[in-house]
Structures are given as structure tokens and as C-alpha cells.
């Protein structure tokens, strides 16, 4: 098994630029979820979904766009970038909400 | 929101010494999760707590889960080089996960 997979690895954008992250798992889990890292900020949930076409808002969804259409899939969209959306951003997926397994990370830089 | 109270935000220890970190929150968790961050890398699951009480170990790594449901701490015994790293407490109640802002451990050989 591969676990879960992020595309790209690194990311750099202007302003108003729009971009999909991409997220695989092939772990039939049905939680997925995104988070953004900060320094000296932990993670922050931006959005998740319990299954297929179930999405739900996090701590932090402002700017980020998500849909469920498979198991396998999760991408997040940032449709106008900002600079404040300069983050490690890490997808993790899991049968429930506990024992999450994250991706490597997308290291996104907006300038 | 529910926030996490990590502790200490850094330690700076010798090979062979012990550790500890604890977690505090003002909620009360069904789980509590222990999660290591290497530089570079996404989080990978330590420990995984499910009842108030609980005492679980992973090779040199042993959790608690506090009674209080508000919190939980983590032992690194006899610590090596390899511990290096950012460790994070991570609480769960009505399904989604709560992280702590960390621990850096850095291990002088």
C-alpha cells in the first residue's frame, strides 16, 4: 500500500492564483481530512469528510474548497491564493476520526 | 475554540535521560493521540489512548490517559538519537481531532 499521497511536494503562487492539491489514499478509509501547519501553530483542521459526497467545514475552511467524489480522492482547492495561505499543508485519511495517517505534506508558498 | 495546552515547548536533554510532556485542555476527550513530526515529514501515530486511566506503552514510549478526560502525558525512557523530533498531543471528542502546538525534543549523543 502506498498510504497516503499528496501532490505536488512544493508549491509556489502569486496572489489570485488558484491551484488543487491533490490527496490519494488507497487504505479504503472513509474520514478524510486537511490540515494546515504553521509555525508555533500546531495543525489546524481546514476541512473533512466522513464518505463520499460528504464534506464538512474545519477550524480554518476561509479560502478552501474540498469535495469528495471517490473513497480514494480528496483534493482542496484554493481558488484566489493569498499570502496568508503560505503553509505546509498535510492530508491524512483513517476509518474514523482517531488514528489519522498523514500524507508527506505540500509545501505551499504565496507571494 | 478547544485548544490544547502543551508542555514544554522545547527540551534540550542527553542521550540516555528520560522524557516527559503533558497535555491540558479545559474540554473533555473521548481519545487522546500522540503523533511524532520529523522535519519534512507529515505526523506518524505513536500511541492511541481510548479510555479515562489508560496506560499504554510502545517500546520506550509509554501514555496516559488522565482520569479527568482533560488530559494526558507521554515517557520517552532511556532516549536515543533517533528521538529527535516534534512531538504532538492530539484530543478527539465529536469527530474531528484537536492538536497541541508541540514538543521539540532535540537528544545530544
Known amino acids: 500500500n502506498a498510504g497516503v499521497t499528496q501532490t505536488p511536494k512544493f508549491q509556489v503562487l502569486k496572489t489570485g492564483q488558484s491551484m488543487t492539491l491533490q490527496c490519494a489514499q488507497d487504505?479504503?478509509?472513509?474520514?478524510m481530512s486537511w490540515y494546515r501547519q504553521d509555525p508555533g501553530m500546531g495543525l489546524r483542521l481546514i476541512h473533512y469528510?466522513?464518505?463520499?459526497?460528504?464534506?464538512d467545514q474545519g477550524e480554518v475552511p476561509n479560502g478552501y474548497n474540498v469535495s469528495r467524489s471517490t473513497t480514494e480522492d480528496f483534493p482542496l482547492r484554493l481558488l484566489s491564493a493569498a499570502p496568508s495561505q503560505t503553509s505546509v499543508y498535510f492530508c491524512?485519511?483513517?476509518?474514523?476520526?482517531?488514528?489519522?495517517?498523514f500524507g508527506p505534506g505540500t509545501r505551499l508558498t504565496v507571494l | 475554540g478547544q485548544q490544547l495546552n502543551q508542555s514544554p515547548q522545547s527540551m534540550f536533554i542527553q542521550e540516555g535521560e528520560d522524557v516527559s510532556m503533558n497535555c491540558t485542555s479545559s474540554?473533555?476527550?473521548?481519545?487522546w493521540l500522540w503523533y511524532k513530526q520529523e522535519p519534512g515529514e507529515g505526523p506518524v501515530l505513536l500511541i492511541a489512548?481510548?479510555?479515562?486511566?489508560e496506560l499504554t506503552s510502545n517500546g520506550r514510549l509509554t501514555a496516559q490517559f488522565g482520569i479527568t478526560r482533560k488530559d494526558s502525558f507521554l515517557n520517552i525512557s532511556a532516549s536515543i538519537p533517533s528521538d529527535v523530533g516534534i512531538y504532538f498531543c492530539?484530543?478527539?471528542?465529536?469527530?474531528?481531532?484537536?492538536f497541541g502546538k508541540g514538543t521539540k525534543l532535540s537528544v545530544k549523543p
Open positions: 491524512a485519511s483513517s476509518y474514523s476520526e482517531n488514528e489519522q495517517f
Open positions: 487504505m479504503n478509509h472513509e474520514y
Open positions: 469528510s466522513v464518505g463520499a459526497g460528504i464534506t
Open positions: 474540554s473533555i476527550f473521548n481519545t
Open positions: 489512548l481510548y479510555k479515562a486511566g
Open positions: 492530539a484530543g478527539s471528542l465529536q469527530g474531528n481531532l484537536i
